[in-house]
Each structure stands twice: as structure tokens, then as C-alpha cells.
């Protein structure tokens, strides 16, 4: 069962598309399962997000949690949206089903996947930020913090 929260951004998710001449983007999968995440980060010269948008491929709680990451890492300094968790998306959607869990981690490394490619066209590390896997079930071997 889903949360009102996870069924309104599934229905009308936010932050949805691209953003032109992106400062960061990230795309990240799950071969399991098939989902896709593409997440698109518009950060200014001090470092803030100004803008995050995205394209997911699977089911309704991928879509949920992508639409919900943007919504948290918005007007966040890229150190702060570092810390942006998968438990920290599930809570902002009052949960999620156990065999959901991976959407969130999805987002999660959607994220720092976008953060790693700003990092990179700009010459400079991010404290903490390590380089991303592009498919998440890799990361999936090693616990999973559930909500």
C-alpha cells in the first residue's frame, strides 16, 4: 500500500524534463528491476541548486521518489544535497513499501550521479561525494537503510 504522499507525486509528479545547458546530470538504474533515473541540476556560481528536473523509466514509486529528490535538493548548497539520503526521501513520502525500498536509493545515487558530473566539468571534488554506480544493484548487496 502506498502513501497519499508517493500516489500525489506519482500522479503529478514535480520537476519533470530537462533542463537546458544542465550544470550536472546523472542517470542511474536498476537492472532488476528496469528502472531508469535521469536527474538534471542547475547549480549557480555559489554552489546552490537553483533548478533539479528529471526523467524516470519504471513504476509508479520510481517516479515518486524522483519527483520528491528534486523537490529536496532545491535550494540546497551541493554539500547539503549530498546529504539528501534514500531514507530521507522515503520519510519526506511517509514511506515505502520494503520491495519499493530500491526507488529510493535510486534517487539517492540519482543525485550524487548529477552532483559527480558537476563535480567533474568543474574541476573540483566534492567533500564526500564518491563516484556513482550506474546501476544500483550493485549497491544493493550492501544493506539497504529501511524506513
Given at each position: 500500500m502506498y502513501s497519499e504522499k508517493v500516489m500525489d507525486h506519482f500522479n503529478n509528479p514535480r520537476n519533470v524534463g530537462e533542463i537546458e545547458n544542465p550544470s550536472g546530470v546523472g542517470t542511474v538504474g536498476n537492472a532488476k528491476c528496469g528502472d531508469i533515473m535521469r536527474m538534471y541540476l542547475?547549480?549557480?556560481?555559489?554552489?546552490?541548486?537553483?533548478?533539479?528536473?528529471?526523467?524516470?523509466?519504471?513504476?509508479?514509486?520510481?517516479?515518486?521518489?524522483?519527483?520528491?529528490?528534486?523537490?529536496?535538493?532545491a535550494g540546497k548548497t551541493v554539500t547539503e544535497a549530498l546529504e539528501v539520503t534514500n531514507k530521507a526521501v522515503m520519510e519526506a513520502l511517509d514511506g515505502l513499501p520494503p520491495v519499493k525500498v530500491h526507488c529510493s536509493l535510486l534517487a539517492e545515487e540519482a543525485i550524487h550521479a548529477a552532483l559527480w558530473d558537476y563535480a567533474v566539468k568543474n574541476g573540483i571534488e566534492i567533500e564526500g561525494l564518491e563516484k556513482p554506480v550506474t546501476d544500483i544493484g550493485e549497491k544493493e548487496e550492501a544493506p539497504v537503510e529501511e524506513y
Open positions: 542547475d547549480i549557480d556560481e555559489n554552489g546552490v541548486i537553483k533548478e533539479a528536473k528529471f526523467k524516470t523509466f519504471g513504476c509508479g514509486a520510481a517516479v515518486a521518489t524522483s519527483s520528491m529528490a528534486t523537490e529536496l535538493v
